[in-house]
């Protein structure tokens, strides 16, 4: 189940670094840019939605509701 929580953690980090990449390259490339924003905001879903589930599967692991 570790690895679940380390998975997890790697969704901000990849949201992180596509919001800086967006930042970089606004004026260079737009089309690029808005393809980083869109990884940052999938990421960032993502990282709740993972989270989300590894609640829920830890509650039903310990056996409460």
């Known amino acids: ?3 679940l ?4 953690i790697i969704y901000p ?3 992180v670094i596509s919001l800086i990449e ?3 390259s606004w004026s260079v490339d737009r089309n690029r840019a ?4 869109f990884f940052a905001a999938v990421s960032v879903g993502m990282f709740f939605l993972r ?3 590894r609640r ?3 509650q039903r692991r310990n056996g409460g509701r």
């Open 1 to 3: 189940m570790k690895y």
């Open 5 to 8: 929580r380390f998975t997890e």
């Open 13 to 15: 980090v990849v949201a």
């Open 22 to 24: 967006a930042i970089r």
């Open 34 to 37: 808005y393809l980083l924003l």
């Open 51 to 53: 989270r989300y589930y």
């Open 56 to 58: 829920k599967f830890d």
